[in-house]
């Protein structure tokens, strides 16, 4: 029996249609579904010790990562957000740790030596634009400072050369510059260091407080941070030569540990604005805040 050309065409609109539908359904149900740009890795105290965790931007589909009997924090994601860099206490002491996006493949890539010349520790990871290498803070000899590496592991190279306390890099979206901060003047402030030239910038002056944990914007033009010089934690905002520094938060709560969207359009950040520590977005000029988690638990360190 001849089937009309029109019969066929209908048939196979009906079963690319059941297809696609299918597809959908199944994406539905995926936890890890939604594109890794919508998802946000953040530390979330089990009622034992801080894990890893990630889940979409609206707070739902939450899976956890990492389970042991150790601490598991400061997640970052990879630029194309195919790894996740993170800090763990696993071995006996804090090394940076790789994972994919679904929690598998958990690996080392710092050293594990604790003698002269080797890290005692390394903590907050810090992606390069390429996502090809590693800034991260080290105790080594006794000082904390900043390094770089390859994200698989080599060797460490120095970037910062004081005798304070340097700590929380950040790479700038061009690659030429690490922001950071400092004990160097007695008080934590904001610094960047020019790696081809070969010398660090101040771009914070507050005595007596602390500026802490900046961040660059996707277009290497502003970098944010938290601040205590109003007398409590407050998420700012700064030009990425340290000009028009003003606050993004104003509240009697702790804000603190901002992280830009891909755009550079919003603000991801964790306060204690609702009694405990919860993870909040708002708009890059500080408008509609509002919660993504609300719990029980203390979330902390978010990335996206």
Avoid: C
Avoid at 52 to 66: E, K, R
Avoid at 121 to 139: C, V
């Amino acid at each position: 029996m001849q089937i009309h050309p029109n019969t066929k065409t209908a048939w196979k609109i009906v079963f690319l249609t059941f297809f696609v539908v299918a597809a959908v359904v199944v994406a539905m149900n995926n936890p890890f579904a939604t594109s890794q740009e919508e998802q946000v890795v953040f530390t979330q105290f089990d009622g034992n010790d801080f894990e890893l965790f990630v889940m979409n931007v609206d707070g739902t589909g939450i899976v956890q990562l990492t389970d042991n009997d150790t601490n598991d924090w400061a997640g970052a994601w990879s630029p194309d957000k195919s790894i996740i860099a993170f800090r763990s206490e696993r071995d006996g002491n804090a090394r940076i740790f790789l994972m994919n996006p679904d929690g598998s493949n958990q690996r080392a890539v710092t050293p594990f030596d604790i003698t002269i010349g080797g890290p005692e520790y390394t903590n907050s990871p810090a992606w390069s634009p390429a996502g090809t290498q590693l800034a991260f803070e080290a105790y080594v000899n006794g000082n904390w400072d900043i390094y770089v590496m390859n994200a698989e592991g080599g060797s460490m190279t120095r970037v910062t050369f004081d005798p304070a306390m340097d700590s929380g890099p950040s790479w700038s979206p061009d690659g030429r510059h690490i922001a950071f901060h400092s004990l160097r003047d007695n008080y934590f402030d904001i610094y960047v260091a020019h790696m081809a030239r070969g010398y660090v910038q101040r771009l914070t002056f507050q005595p007596s407080t602390m500026d802490v944990f900046p961040v660059w914007s996707p277009d290497g033009q502003n970098i944010i941070f938290h601040s205590e010089r109003d007398g409590n934690s407050e998420i700012y905002i700064m030009g990425s030569n340290g000009e028009n520094q003003h606050a993004l938060t104003n509240n009697a709560a702790l804000d603190r540990v901002p992280r830009f969207n891909s755009d550079g359009s919003e603000i991801l950040f964790r306060s204690e604005r609702n009694g405990d520590s919860e993870l909040f977005i708002m708009n890059v000029d500080g408008s509609d805040v509002r919660a993504i988690t609300n719990n029980g638990s203390r979330d902390m360190h978010p990335d996206w």
